[in-house]
């Protein structure tokens, strides 16, 4: 079957022209054959930037909307298959996560710097020591096996060395810590 294109008038084949079918379900072919057709889109397209650039963004949201939900409807489908295949891949990678679990929690306890030297007491384990951020040092404490409760900052410096002169002088008074020598 041939079709006469009406922009360039030529007599075509029916393959030439892009699909359209009529009310009966019938292929008759669009009026421009494929190449006048893209010529005509590509002028309406420089005409047309702003529509040009809409409809893929649309056309992006849509693709981005369908898989989306199809990796949702996938995950919901086969929870128990994600839930085992997450367990593995961390089980599998247990020493790359637990020291990013260590360095996310260090970086959240980091916030208990304020640039001074503070010295510190645990009552309960008679013990003295200085830091330079308290939150982290009680928690290293804690997670030491230590009692912190009454945990108690006796003073803080601007240099580390003036703070472990007055921890030096705790321990001379009996006080435990690591630097009883200092
Ligand atoms: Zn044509």
Same mark, same amino acid.
């Given at each position: ?12 084949l ?7 079918l ?7 072919? #669009? ?18 930037p ?65 640039g ?14 200085q #830091? ?51």
């Amino acid at each position: 079957m041939k079709k006469v294109c009406s922009k360039c008038k030529q007599e075509k084949l029916l393959t030439e022209f892009r699909k359209r079918l009529n009310t009966k379900g019938v292929n008759v072919g #669009t009026s421009y054959c494929k190449p006048c057709a893209k010529i005509s889109g590509e002028e309406w397209a420089k005409k047309n930037p702003e529509k040009v650039k809409l409809s893929v963004k649309k056309a992006k949201a849509k693709k981005s909307e369908y898989y989306k939900k199809q990796n949702k409807d996938w995950v919901i489908a086969n929870r128990e298959r994600v839930c085992r295949r997450e367990k593995q891949r961390y089980y599998d990678n247990i020493d790359r996560y637990r020291a990013k679990e260590r360095k996310d929690y260090r970086k959240r306890y980091y916030g208990g710097k304020d640039g001074l030297y503070h010295v510190y007491l645990l009552p309960e384990e008679h013990y003295c020591g200085q #830091t330079d951020n308290p939150r982290w040092r009680k928690y290293q404490h804690a997670s030491n096996g230590k009692i912190t409760d009454g945990f108690e900052m006796v003073m803080s410096f601007k240099t580390r060395k003036d703070a472990l002169k007055l921890e030096g002088c705790f321990h001379d008074l009996g006080w435990l810590g690591k630097n009883a020598n200092y």
